[in-house]
């Protein structure tokens, strides 16, 4: 599979299509909705290159649930401060889009099948599941969009400038990186055989699910691109990419 390394070549790449491309960001702080950052800079310029969709599905870290798959049929989507100790203006902030409810609803109906369970019941390839499962939105205007990072452990985050990543989170991030390359989902969704590396990489694994459902709905005709693939704080990876025709 083609890979490209830069935002530039993905630029020069993309064109307006029904099929939409696939797309991952490492998050990180929420600070970088606010403060004038690397990698908010690279965000702002990947969004106003890609073409222009019918809807956008966010996969998101940050809503957790037990029992089930939830999917957020609103009108107006309120915006969810889960979060503490930042400045005010961060709690300030808010994400004024509008709801899609038919197309949540179209979500809820191919998810039917998908009803999550505790991490022991499911294994990750779950999340490969669903993101083949929803694919089939990409050939109608749909951008699939994960949220989350391919390392995230705050409690071994060391704070300061030019803080020197950790050996585990590179090790981990370009594992990653070189299965994915690769099209190894299988691999990246095996527990086992990943062992103690995801446990320090992923304490808890809400952060690195989005990434496998992204890669699920991606197939061999896609092209991939990394960009902001650095570690940041140490322990958290703000490697995003990108899949596409």
Do not use: C
Not at 150 to 165: C, I, Q, S, T, Y
Not at 205 to 232: C, E, K, W
Request: charged letters at 25%; hydrophobic letters at 40%; aromatic letters at 8%.
């Amino acid at each position: 599979m083609p890979v490209t390394r830069t935002l530039d070549d993905l630029k020069a790449s993309l064109s307006p299509s029904d099929r939409m491309p696939l797309v991952f960001l490492g998050h990180g702080s929420p600070m970088n909705a606010i403060e004038n950052t690397r990698y908010g800079r690279a965000w702002s310029d990947l969004g106003r290159s890609l073409p222009k969709p019918r809807g956008i599905l966010v996969v998101s870290a940050h809503w957790m649930t037990r029992g089930t798959t939830l999917v957020d049929v609103s009108e107006m989507p309120r915006t969810i401060h889960d979060f503490y100790g930042f400045p005010e203006a961060l709690f300030a902030q808010t994400y004024e889009a509008q709801g899609a409810p038919e197309l949540a609803r179209e979500v809820t109906t191919l998810l039917a099948s998908h009803h999550a369970q505790e991490d022991d019941t499911w294994g990750l390839d779950h999340q490969l599941d669903i993101g083949r499962t929803l694919s089939a939105l990409r050939d109608k205007g749909v951008l699939i969009l994960g949220s989350g990072n391919v390392v995230h452990n705050l409690r071994a985050m060391r704070w300061g400038k030019d803080v020197a990543p950790q050996d585990f989170a590179l090790e981990f991030d370009r594992l990653f990186a070189d299965r994915l390359e690769d099209r190894d989902f299988d691999g990246l969704a095996d527990r086992k055989a990943l062992g103690s590396l995801l446990t320090m990489a992923h304490p808890s694994l809400d952060h690195y699910m989005p990434a496998l459902t992204v890669a699920g709905a991606s197939d061999a005709r896609d092209q991939l691109t990394f960009m902001t693939d650095d570690i940041d704080l140490g322990s958290v990876s703000m490697r995003s990419f990108v899949f596409h025709a």
